[in-house]
T-cell receptor, first 113, second 112 residues
């Protein structure tokens, strides 16, 4: 069965650079969620989209922005990168809005040097 | 969102049944209880969800008492591959927002 696809899987950037992560939800899923997980930490909710509109916002820095496109894929843009942004970024999707059952991708590992 | 409290870690041996209890004293009427499993460097994986009484699937059982202030995830006959972090989440159902907040999970270590 098709799963959530995230790209790139690994990304290395310098401080103050910009990074873009992409997420392709499971077909027919209309809701996308972004999470950040630092080393040894629990996943932190960043932002979610339902039917291409932002639906909820968590602890997402102002330097980060995201959107969901007409084909339901989503992109997380991170600017002025800081060392503390180094983390695993997970995207998850669900169908028909929030149902409590989220399907997660394998994550994108961002390393900021 | 209701706050959840789980044990920080648990140890078990292969073949044993493991029960992880989660406290959620301020659970709201619309809240569902959901459990996720996460292996290192992988995304969390949905295990089970329930509202009240008992729910069972091919992987686990979820026991929820009548007052719903706690819940217990039961993993039958664990194996080494069940070593992971288990998260208990209490979320609003379809009438609510679109976010799932992960608290501090339980790190389960299964020994041979």
């Amino acid at each position: 069965a098709a799963g959530v696809i995230q790209s790139p899987r690994h990304l290395i950037k310098e401080k103050r650079e910009t990074a873009t992560l992409k997420c392709y939800p499971i077909p027919r899923h209309d809701t996308v969620y972004w999470y950040q997980q630092g080393p040894g930490q629990d996943p932190q909710f960043l932002i979610s989209f339902y039917e291409k509109m932002q639906s909820d916002k968590g602890s997402i820095p102002d330097r980060f922005s995201a959107q969901q496109f007409s084909d339901y894929h989503s992109e997380l843009n991170m600017s002025s990168l800081e060392l503390g942004d180094s983390a695993l970024y997970f995207c998850a999707s669900s169908r028909g809005g929030y149902t409590g059952e989220l399907f997660f991708g394998e994550g994108s590992r961002l390393t900021v040097l | 969102l209701a706050k959840t409290t789980q044990p920080i870690s648990m140890d078990s041996y292969e073949g044993q049944e493991v029960n992880i209890t989660c406290s959620h004293n301020n659970i709201a009427t619309n809240d569902y209880i959901t459990w996720y499993q996460q292996f290192p460097s992988q995304g969390p994986r949905f295990i089970i969800q329930g509202y009240k009484t008992k729910v069972t699937n091919e992987v686990a059982s979820l026991f929820i008492p009548a007052d719903r202030k706690s819940s217990t995830l039961s993993l039958p006959r664990v194996s080494l591959s069940d070593t992971a972090v288990y998260y208990c989440l209490v979320d609003v159902g379809n009438t609510g927002g679109f976010k799932t907040i992960f608290g501090a999970g339980t790190r389960l270590f299964v020994k041979a």
